[in-house]
């Protein structure tokens, strides 16, 4: 009884070799981002972030303006105001901090931004 055991797991590598050696059908996946890098990717977060916080930042601005138009003299409203614009403020230099960040490590190990921003629709035209 114990040898027929034995015999049959003999078997299991050759067939578990079998089995993956002869694909049935070959799978493509596709790119489903538009960079072809990562570098690429990282860029466009980056850009993403700017122009995110400085759209926001600047109407936090217009709304700390009106704030402290309509404020009346409260002491409330204006430090509500202030608040308000020290927040625009740090919110842009947060988006453009981003996009410094980026292009410092980028020129740190030698590499351009214009070298990231490949699309990967150009490259597969081009092939």
């Not at 020290?86 to 453009?96: D, K």
């Amino acid at each position: 009884m114990r040898s027929s055991n034995i015999s049959f797991l003999r078997y299991i590598p050759a067939l578990i070799l079998g089995f993956t050696a002869h694909p049935v059908a070959a799978i493509t996946v596709n790119n489903p981002l538009r960079f072809a890098t990562f570098c690429g990717l990282i860029n466009a977060v980056a850009a993403a972030i700017f122009w995110i916080a400085l759209s926001l930042g600047i109407v936090v601005i217009v709304y700390a303006g009106f704030l402290f138009m309509t404020s009346e003299g409260s002491p409330a409203k204006i430090q509500q105001a202030k608040n308000a614009l020290l927040y625009a403020i740090v919110g842009i230099v947060v988006g453009v901090t981003a996009r410094g960040v980026v292009a410092v490590v980028y020129n740190f190990f030698g590499a351009s931004l214009s070298s990231c921003t490949q699309l990967w629709r150009r490259k597969e035209r081009a092939a």
